[in-house]
């Protein structure tokens, strides 16, 4: 009896093994991405606890982490997973085997490619060397010189170059993404370069990222061609379209921004700035009704944007002039939106259309409340009090705030610029001249072509009484178009605006007759 149960049991523990070296090749031969062997390291690097598959996994975090740097939208590449399946052991007919040679010979068999990328790290003299070999691609070497005590340092660096050089294997668009944001703009074109020449399939995305590169740099021209290269490589690409779109918008070309907006969203119905792009372009090429039905629409296709209100609300207080409807339009989004920065912000917004300027900085507040790090909110009370110059400590706080969130949510360059830029004005409305002198040229060096960092620098040398750097400041913010005809009247242009010196750069600029008229 005990025989026949023990004669059961090793039955069933057989079944169990063979269903589990069947499970196991069978996921073996089902992986399509890279699989990143345990690295050969020396003994001191295992001793410190650097054993060949930690280092393997290093290199599938730091892919991830330059992934994450990336944050495209374009679809993800290749999968690169460290080998952690167990290596079974087997004996059949005499001859050892394992599980992970029977799934290597049985994708050979069958026609699928073994994908790895194997390895090691030496460690001589000083001097830490990362040798990696990957299937399909040239095999890579690093060597990187470091001190005692910068051991675990220079592991990392080495770990970061091998991993750059994976990335640039199977995803060169994502490491030329990871280049661009760190500051490498010139390895960043020559990845765009590789791409174009070498692999048809992302052409596309290379295009619309150097259009985006050169619009960064204020090349307008080169950003539209390689925009409309990026069309041409696949015409339904709506990222491209998109920012055409606004392009043209902002350059007043409604009927071509138009057709791009609603070319986008004849691909993509869930696009929702296309919904207001094409409002707005109706709006000013006086089809009011067709503009009110995209409105409409964007409101029903999305209940649960809060800009959707917003963008609406303004429409029927500006064009419909219709109070009453831009109220019952806040009292469905009041039914339809959860209690957040952004409700109470836009509520902001559409008390401030209707004048009533205490009611839409109480709201902000409530939003600053409910989220103190919303830059939104930051923005708009930052600009309110600056505007008030009643209470500079407060405007201070609230503009270092700004410049804190900016920098840690890693917004882009422009909200950059224009936060310091309120930081600057706030630090010298408490006649802190040198750290606002520090804050001005930190917004220049951001958007070098903003004509508002160069007229806060003029502020600050005016009053300092620095005239002749007032003058030089001031006339480069107009020559990148500072509207100074608004502000001739405003502190502390007021100061001197009978300056013969003033009126003759408003004069050449032309700003002095617009002003006369």
Known sequence: MISDLTAILVKVVLIVLFLFIVFVVIKGLNQTGYSVQAFQVPQTFEEAGYNGQVIALMLQDEITDLKSIANSQREDSLEVNVDLRPDLSLDLMGVGLSSSSIIYHLRELLGRKNKTISGNLTDLEGEIAIQIRMTDFNPFEYAYSYEDSEKGEAIKHVIEKGAMYMLENFDPYRLAVVHDKQGRTDMAEELLRKIIKERRSDRKWAYHFWGNIKNRKGDAEASARYYQKALEADPEFVLPMRVLAWKFYRERDYVQALSYFEKVLEID???????????????????????????????????????????????????????????????KASENLDESADYYLALAAFHTMKQDSVKAIELAHQALDLEPDNVGTLFRLS????????????????????????????????????????????EYELANYDSALVHVQRSIALSPENPFPYSTLAEIHLLKGDMALFYGAIQKAISFGFPMERFFDVYPYNRIKD?????????ESGGLVSLKG
């Open 269 to 331: 119905p869930t696009q929702y700035s296309m919904d207001t792009g094409a409002a707005l372009c109706y709006r000013f090429l006086g089809n009011a009704d067709k503009a009110e039905d995209y409105y409409k629409d964007l409101v029903n296709k999305f209940p649960k944007i809060i800009w959707g209100y917003g963008n609406y609300s303004d429409f029927l207080l500006k064009v419909r002039k219709d109070t009453a409807a831009a109220t019952e339009l806040w009292q």
């Open 499 to 507: 300056r013969s010196r003033l009126l003759q750069i408003m004069d």
């Open 383 to 426: 600009n309110h009090y600056i505007n008030l110059r009643t209470e500079p400590d407060k405007t201070l706080k609230l503009t270092q705030t700004l410049v804190k969130e900016t920098e840690e949510h890693n917004f882009d360059s422009g909200m950059k610029c224009r936060a310091y830029n309120l930081l600057a004005i706030a």
